[in-house]
């Protein structure tokens, strides 16, 4: 695991807010920046990702390249992305001020409230009962 450094940037490309956060590889770090991002773009106009002193991507706006990655999204990191939106919301920072964070979580909820339900282990507790 590394330990990441989000920094959420202005129209004016200046650093307004950071998010860190740890996962196994550059790849899972780059899927989860541009999600969050995605999340609350809405007060933020772009993002730089980090890892120690190198610069792993920067996003000053919404028409700049994004990253790709060619690994898919997975449920585990869904629910990866829900925790931290939920962090990010509940941080009392300018975070909480994003309307679309509010509406991610939300469409975020329901898509892994629906695998849970869905997944083998809840039939197997539900088929005990």
Request: charged share 30%; with cysteine.
């Amino acid at each position: 695991m590394a330990w990441y450094r989000l920094y959420f940037l202005s129209s004016r490309g200046d650093i307004r807010n950071v998010d860190e956060f740890d996962v196994a590889s550059d790849n899972d770090a780059l899927i989860l920046a541009d999600l969050l991002h995605d999340a609350v773009r809405d007060i933020y106009a772009g993002w730089e990702l980090w890892e120690g002193s190198r610069v792993l991507f920067r996003c000053p706006n919404e028409a700049a390249r994004r990253p790709y990655v060619s690994k898919p999204i997975t449920a585990q990191m869904q629910a990866s992305v829900l925790r931290r939106e939920e962090i990010l919301l509940e941080s009392q920072s300018a975070f909480a001020r994003s309307r679309r964070l509010v509406e991610r979580i939300r469409e975020l909820r329901e898509i892994v409230g629906q695998r849970r339900k869905h997944s083998p282990q809840s039939t197997k507790s539900q088929s005990a009962n």
